[in-house]
């Protein structure tokens, strides 16, 4: 098998593309996307449970 591959390698070539990095970069940026979107409606929910909390705070304090 080793003398099988040894005989591929003179026969392959191999290029680097730079489409490639373009995609793997626009994977990234998707992914980071994805996860800034998350954290940024998980802080409006959090402001809305904020919101919630001051209200009640403010009816309890003026009873």
């Known amino acids: 098998v080793a003398v099988l591959g040894a005989g591929f390698t003179n026969q392959t070539t191999v290029k680097?593309?730079?489409?490639?990095?373009?995609?793997?970069?626009?994977?990234?940026?998707?992914?980071?996307k994805s996860k800034f979107d998350a954290e940024q409606n998980r802080a409006n929910e959090l402001e809305k449970k904020l919101s919630g909390y001051e209200k009640d705070y403010k009816t309890l304090e003026q009873e």
């Open 16 to 32: 680097a593309d730079s489409s490639s990095r373009d995609i793997t970069e626009a994977g990234v940026s998707k992914f980071w």
